[in-house]
C-alpha cells in the first residue's frame, strides 16, 4: 500500500541534543510538510517543500530545519530540543499543481513522539 | 484573519446517539473544507471534503457533511454512532493566500460509550 512512513515512532532525546526525525512516503507527491502537534491541539505547520522549494512558515524557531533530499524523503532536524519541543511530528504529503486554487487533500503518516529529558 | 472554529471541544455519546460536530469557517471567498480525524494511536486521516457541486458531501464510516455557504458552516454529522467512532474530530480549510497551508479548527474529542 502507497504510505507516509516515519522512523522512529517514538524519539528519546537529552536537553540540547540534537535529533532527526525522518519520512518516507511511496505515494510520489511533490508536496511533504512537517507539522508540529501538543496534546488535545490541532497540527501546527513547520514548514513544507514543495518539489525541492523549502516553504518555511514564518513562526518556526530557527531551532528547526528541514531537508528534501529526494522526492520520497525528508527530514527534520532539531539543532537543540528544548523541553518545550516535546511533542508529535507529523509528516504529510499531498500532490499539487502550482497553478491550483484549490487545497489538496494531505495525507498523513503516524508521527514520531519525540521525548526531550 | 481567516479562521476555522469548532465549537463543541469534548463530545460525550452513548452508542446509537446521533452525532453533529460544529465547523464555521470565515472565508468569504471560494473556499474549501475538510474534516480529517484522528483515531487514538493511529495517524489523522481524512473523513471527507468539500470543494464545489453538491454541498451534502459523503464520506468514510457513514459520514457526511453539509457546506451550508449563508451560515459559513460545515458540520459534520452521522445518525448512529458506534464505540469506534471515538476520536478527535478536525475541520480545516486551506488558507485564501497559500492553499498549500491548512487553517485548523482546535479539535473536537468524541468519546463514544459502549
Known amino acids: 500500500d502507497a504510505m507516509v512512513i516515519q522512523n522512529p515512532r517514538y524519539q528519546v532525546t537529552q536537553f540540547g541534543k540534537p535529533v532527526t526525525l525522518s519520512c518516507s512516503q511511496t505515494l510520489n507527491h511533490n508536496v511533504m510538510y512537517w507539522y508540529q502537534q501538543k496534546s488535545s491541539q490541532a497540527p501546527k505547520l513547520l514548514f513544507h517543500?514543495?518539489?525541492?522549494?523549502?516553504?518555511n512558515e514564518a513562526d518556526t524557531p530557527d531551532n528547526f530545519q528541514s531537508r528534501r533530499p529526494n522526492t520520497s524523503f525528508c527530514f527534520l532536524d532539531i539543532r537543540s530540543p528544548g523541553l518545550g519541543d516535546a511533542a508529535m511530528y507529523l509528516c504529510?504529503?499531498?500532490?499539487?499543481?502550482?497553478?491550483?486554487?484549490?487545497?489538496?487533500?494531505?495525507?498523513f503518516g503516524p508521527g514520531t513522539r519525540l521525548l526531550v529529558l | 484573519a481567516q479562521s476555522v472554529s469548532q465549537h463543541n471541544h469534548h463530545v460525550i455519546l452513548s452508542e446509537a446517539a446521533s452525532l453533529e460536530l460544529g465547523c464555521n469557517y470565515s472565508?468569504?471567498?471560494?473556499?474549501?473544507l475538510f474534516w480529517y480525524v484522528q483515531y487514538p494511536g493511529q495517524h489523522l486521516q481524512l473523513l471527507l471534503k468539500y470543494f464545489s457541486g453538491d454541498p451534502l458531501v459523503k464520506g468514510i464510516k457513514g459520514f457526511e457533511a453539509e457546506f451550508i455557504k449563508s451560515k459559513f458552516s460545515f458540520n459534520l454529522r452521522k445518525p448512529s454512532v458506534q464505540w469506534s467512532d471515538t476520536a478527535e474530530y478536525f475541520c480545516?480549510?486551506?488558507?485564501?493566500?497559500?492553499?498549500?497551508?491548512?487553517?485548523w479548527g482546535l479539535g473536537t474529542s468524541l468519546a463514544v460509550n459502549p
Open positions: 480545516a480549510s486551506p488558507n485564501a493566500g497559500n492553499n498549500r497551508k491548512l487553517i
Open positions: 517543500y514543495y518539489d525541492k522549494d523549502f516553504n
Open positions: 472565508y468569504g471567498g471560494t473556499v474549501n
Open positions: 504529510a504529503t499531498s500532490r499539487d499543481r502550482r497553478d491550483s486554487q484549490m487545497g489538496e487533500t494531505q495525507y
